[in-house]
Every structure is written in structure tokens, then in C-alpha cells.
């Protein structure tokens, strides 16, 4: 493992922040949560967000997904400056542009596998039969297309983990933002699941950023990002 | 996948609170629906456009107080008098005593003058009457009842008296139709056999149906007959036929301010009920609902899917209400009709039926719209931060 300070290789940015903050206030009183961050991660990059608790990680991880906003900064996401986008225009632009992978999977429990994997493409303009090839395809990626008609509850924690993926590539985004993706799995499931991440990367460009606790889950990304009490604090290649 | 197989699976999340709301909406939109309709039944029943020149004079003490017929002299020499008959609640039943439908002592020479809209849409034929008039044993019967009984001209139909001591053999001469099915549902015979058959009441009668030539002339006769008779034995009660008919409605209290007073109740414990639900099932949705807007399903779609469930929701179980109210407006048509007239009408309307489907949706709209809306604008990072 070598380390060197926000050097994460060449290329293209897909992600530029710049000067970026955030901050939380209880009444009167302003937490901040991120400050002056800037970073540049190249498009196909493999990012694993660490820090201890409080570092500011997943607000970092929520900025640069678009559920989030900074207080301050600017960010410049898949070719999109997001503070010029209203809340409508975001939510379209998460569509098109990011999956999200949660530590929960976070399924719709009363939809099915396809049904689940299908749920993005209904703000597509897509025929029915163009969203079943993507559905299928997905889930022919993860391994469980004969699993599809089985709801959430008939899975096990790594198969609703692999459908959530599914749901999450199905609309080929560029980026992909996991947290804490292995959280909630066994040894043998969470390597499953990095390794379906790792192909995901490798085989189709996916640009990816994870946050995780997990040294373990960290070494599949090819760099790692630290935070310190919401300031950058190291960037790190992984030698795998 | 299509929105409303999303929209249908998200409802269904949890049968039993699905079910158990739909139930008592479907409750609540019957009571709503049925009440509604039977305050329209007795509106109708002071509304009978036919009888704005119609009065009724009866004892001031009361119906079961009988009048001299000889009042019929005084009345029929009011210049503003068409004419007058005279008409007797009878209250005899045909076979059997659960077999019960009003039934009537009048005057079959004025009977068809007085009532003469109500008898004119059944193209009865002068010759007819006179066929009735002619026979003393004769009735008239209207066309629902005689269908209910099987009964035809000339077929003979025996009356087992229950005020009176009289159990008359009547033969009916003819078969009349009537615009409103509650009218149908009835049976005139002359009022001789009345008198004759029943010594105490010869030469007594319970009311005098009086046609006036013109309603403006109501007032001015209404109060001449009453302030005519005042202060003698028999003093007189006279009203208009809306009036009349009115007071059988008033005997039930005051039953529309109880109706409204009921609706208003159910009204406000439903949408309290259906806003409470709607709030708990989208209170355990707000990491879904945040996952849905993390993949790029907007504020406003979330509120429309949310609301879209409300209105499905509220508008199954208006539809179910509304359909079983109409099964048993049928069942109250057929079980009551013929013991109180009023309910021969009885049906649950278009008009009723549109409100207590917009009503219903209303309540959807709104007992949804505020949960949903607070759900909608929480920041996804907080809902996903809910343990859901």
C-alpha cells in the first residue's frame, strides 16, 4: 500500500468539489461537518471512503450523490454542476447518473426481485419490453435471475444485497455510491458482494465510492480517501 | 410493473389495515349514503308538487278523531272549493297481519277529481269508473300491490279489519298506476262499506280532502274552515297536503337535524379514522420513501403515488358503500314499502351517490395529502437515516 495525498491517478474527473462545506445547525448553534474539500476523482476510479464516526464520510458520500447539499463550495458531478439543479432537476439527474447501494439494501418489501430492480426504470421513457432486457440483464449480472419472483422476505441478506445492486446498475449510471455496503453481511456474503463491486468496476467503468468501517471492505477499492473531523486528511492507493 | 400495480402493491403492504379501513369506510359511506337517502325520502314526501292546491281537514285533536261527514255540505259551498272527499285510514291487512298496505275508505264519486294527477298517468278510462262507482263491493288498487299479490281485475280480495270491526270482501274493478311506487301501494274502497259496516261510524269520517280552485286561495280557506268551526265539539285542523303529510314526518322528531347531525359524526370519525391510518402506514415508509427519491422519483411524484393510494383506497370503500346501500335500499323498499308508504320510494339517488363518492375521494385526498406532504419534504438524508 503506498500513500500519496489526494493523488488518485489520471484521467478525466467525474467528481470535482471544490472549497466544499457543510454544516448542521441545532437552533442557533452551527455544526460544521465538512469543510474546504476538494477533490478530484477521475471517472472509473474506485473510492472507499474512511474515517472514525463523525468524520463527516457519509455526508461527503450524500453530497456527491445528490441527496445532499453543501453550505458551501461547489460541486461538479457526471458533467452536472449540482447547485445550479433545483430538487426536480436532481432527482432526474440521480436517476440517470447515480446508483445507490445501501447498507440495508433498503428493498421495497411488498415488490419482487424485478419488480425492485425494475422500480428506476419507471421514470424512464422505456417500453415494456425494453425495461424487461435491462431488468434481466441486471439480474443475470448478479447472479439471480432464477430468484425474480421472490420477494425480499425469501431472500437471504447477500441475495437482497445483490438485487439492490441490480436495482442499482439497471439504469447504467456513472457512478455508483455504496454505504456501508457489507454492514449488514457475513464474512462470506460481504466478499461476495466487493467482488461483484470489484467487476463492476473493472469489467464496466463504474466509477464507485464507499463508504465503510471495514479495512477488509476498503482493500477491493483501489483508493482510499480519509476523514479526519470533516477535513481531508490522507488519500491512499491500494496494492492489490 | 405498471404505476398502478406499484400504486396496488403498496396498498396491500398490510392486508389487515387495508382491510379493516376499508371496512369502516364501507360502513361509514352506507350510513352516510342510507341516511342521506332516507332524509331525500321524507323531503320528498313534503314535496309533492301535484298537491299545491290539495288541503286536508281532519279534528284539531287528532287522527284518531273522527269529523261529522256533514262538514262536507259547509266545505263544498266555499266558493273557493272544487271539490271534497271524504277519506278514512282503514288499516285492514290481506291474509295475513305481516301482509299490511294502506288501505282506504273515500268517496269514489270525488276520489279521482281530487287525486285526478296521480290517476291521470294510468289512462283510467271514464268507463272504468263508472264500473267502480257502480259496484258498493268495489276497490281501485294500485298496480306495485296488485303485481305483489298476484291480483287481477275482478279478482275478489278479502280485508281483515284491525281498527275497525269490519272484514270487508271487496272485488277490484280496476288497476291503477301512479308516478311514485308509494302511491301504488294502496287500496281504495267505497266509503259506504265503511259506514254501513260499522255502526259508530255512520255519518263520521276521519279527514276531508279538499281540491281548491286555486292555491293562492289556500290561505284565506284554511283559515275560514278552522275559524268557522272553532269552539264547537268537533273543531278543525286544516292544512295543506304537504303540511299534513309533514306532521307523519315530525312524529319521527326532528329527524333531519339528526341525520345531518349523525352524517357529520361519521364524516369527521372516518377522516379522523382513514388520516390516522394514512399517517401510520407513511410514517413506517419514510426510508422507502427516501430510497424512492434517491433514485430519482421527484417530491411531487412521491406525494401523487401517495396520494393515488389514499384515493384508491377511499374510493374502493366508497364504491363498496354505496353499492351496499343500494342492496339495501331494495331490501327496505321491499320489507317496508308497503307498511309505510314513504319507503316505497325509498333508493339512493345519482345525486347521493356523487356526493358520497366525491366525499369519500375528499376525505382521501385530505386525510393522505398532510402525512404525505410532511413525508415528501423531509430531506432524504433523514429518511434514510430512519429505521423503516
Known amino acids: ?240 | 410493473m405498471r404505476w398502478l400495480a406499484l400504486i396496488w402493491k403498496s396498498l396491500m403492504r398490510s392486508k389487515r389495515r387495508t382491510l379493516l379501513i376499508v371496512g369502516s369506510l364501507v360502513l361509514s359511506v352506507f350510513t352516510v349514503a342510507v341516511l342521506q337517502s332516507l332524509l331525500t325520502t321524507l323531503n320528498s314526501v313534503t314535496d309533492n308538487p301535484n298537491s299545491s292546491n290539495r288541503l286536508v281537514v281532519r279534528h284539531k285533536s287528532g287522527l284518531t278523531q273522527m269529523l261529522p261527514r256533514s262538514y262536507e255540505a259547509y266545505l263544498r259551498q266555499q266558493s273557493e272549493v272544487e271539490t271534497v272527499c271524504a277519506l278514512q285510514w282503514f288499516g285492514g291487512y290481506y291474509q295475513d297481519p305481516r301482509n299490511f298496505f294502506a288501505n282506504f275508505a273515500s268517496d269514489e264519486t270525488t276520489l279521482f277529481q281530487i287525486f285526478r294527477e296521480e290517476f291521470g298517468v294510468s289512462g283510467i278510462t271514464e268507463a272504468q269508473i263508472k264500473d267502480y262507482i257502480r259496484d258498493g263491493a268495489g276497490c281501485i288498487v294500485g298496480e306495485s300491490l296488485a303485481k305483489k299479490n298476484g291480483w287481477k281485475v275482478g279478482d275478489v280480495v278479502p280485508l281483515t279489519g284491525t281498527i275497525f270491526p269490519l272484514n270487508p270482501r271487496l272485488t277490484i274493478r280496476l288497476i291503477f298506476k301512479s308516478p311514485k311506487p308509494s302511491d301504488e301501494n294502496a287500496l281504495h274502497f267505497h266509503y259506504k262499506v265503511l259506514e254501513e259496516g260499522v255502526p259508530y261510524m255512520k255519518g263520521l269520517v276521519g279527514s276531508f280532502w279538499v281540491r281548491a280552485r286555486r292555491p293562492e286561495d289556500i290561505p284565506r280557506l284554511i283559515e275560514r274552515v278552522d275559524r268557522h268551526y272553532a269552539n264547537s265539539a268537533y273543531e278543525t285542523l286544516t292544512e295543506t297536503e304537504n303540511a299534513f303529510n309533514l306532521a307523519f314526518v315530525k312524529m319521527l322528531g326532528n329527524i333531519g337535524a339528526i341525520i345531518q347531525g349523525i352524517t357529520i359524526a361519521v364524516v369527521i370519525a372516518i377522516l379522523i379514522v382513514t388520516g390516522n391510518t394514512m399517517a401510520t402506514a407513511i410514517r413506517e415508509r419514510t426510508t422507502e420513501i427516501a430510497v424512492f427519491r434517491a433514485m430519482g422519483f421527484s417530491a411531487g411524484r412521491v406525494l401523487a403515488l401517495l396520494l393515488a393510494e389514499g384515493v384508491l383506497l377511499v374510493g374502493v370503500g366508497g364504491f363498496l358503500g354505496v353499492l351496499l346501500a343500494n342492496l339495501a335500499a331494495g331490501g327496505v323498499r321491499s320489507s317496508l314499502g308497503a307498511a309505510m308508504p314513504f319507503f316505497a320510494d325509498f333508493a339512493i339517488l345519482p345525486d347521493t351517490v356523487l356526493a358520497c363518492m366525491l366525499g369519500a375521494l375528499g376525505i382521501g385526498v385530505l386525510a393522505t395529502f398532510i402525512p404525505a406532504y410532511a413525508a415528501t419534504r423531509r430531506p432524504i438524508t433523514e429518511g434514510l437515516r430512519s429505521i423503516g
Not at chain 1, 12 to 40: F, N
Not at chain 1, 77 to 87: A, S
Not at chain 1, 90 to 119: C, D, K, M, T
Not at chain 1, 205 to 227: C, E, F, N, S, Y
Open chain 1, 1 to 240: 500500500m503506498t500513500s500519496d495525498r489526494f493523488d488518485l491517478g489520471g484521467g478525466e474527473p467525474i467528481i470535482t468539489l471544490r472549497d466544499v462545506a457543510k454544516s448542521y445547525w441545532r437552533e442557533a448553534l452551527e455544526i460544521p461537518v465538512l469543510q474546504g474539500i476538494d477533490l478530484e476523482i477521475p471517472a472509473g476510479s474506485y473510492i472507499a471512503l474512511m474515517g472514525p464516526s463523525g468524520s463527516g464520510k457519509t455526508t461527503l458520500l450524500n453530497l456527491i450523490a445528490g441527496i445532499d447539499r453543501p453550505t458551501g463550495g461547489s460541486l461538479e458531478v457526471c458533467g452536472y454542476e449540482l447547485n445550479d439543479l433545483d430538487d426536480d432537476q436532481l432527482a432526474s439527474w440521480r436517476n440517470a447518473h447515480v446508483g445507490f447501494i445501501f447498507q440495508n439494501y433498503n428493498l421495497v418489501p411488498v415488490l419482487n426481485a424485478y419488480e425492485n430492480v425494475e422500480l428506476p426504470l419507471l421514470l424512464m421513457k422505456l417500453s415494456r419490453r425494453e425495461r424487461r432486457e435491462k431488468v434481466e440483464e441486471a439480474l443475470a449480472m448478479v447472479d439471480l435471475m432464477d430468484r425474480r419472483w421472490n420477494y425480499p422476505r425469501q431472500l437471504s441478506g447477500g441475495q437482497e444485497q445483490r438485487v439492490a445492486i441490480a436495482r442499482a446498475v439497471v439504469t447504467d449510471p456513472d457512478l455508483l455510491v455504496a454505504d456501508e455496503p457489507t454492514g449488514a453481511l457475513d464474512a462470506k456474503n460481504a466478499e461476495d458482494v466487493l467482488g461483484l463491486m470489484e467487476r463492476l468496476n473493472s469489467d464496466l467503468g463504474k466509477t464507485i465510492v464507499m463508504v465503510t468501517h471495514d479495512p477488509k471492505a476498503a482493500h477491493h477499492a483501489r483508493h482510499q480517501i480519509h476523514l479526519e473531523k470533516g477535513v481531508l486528511d490522507k488519500a491512499v492507493e491500494v496494492n492489490r
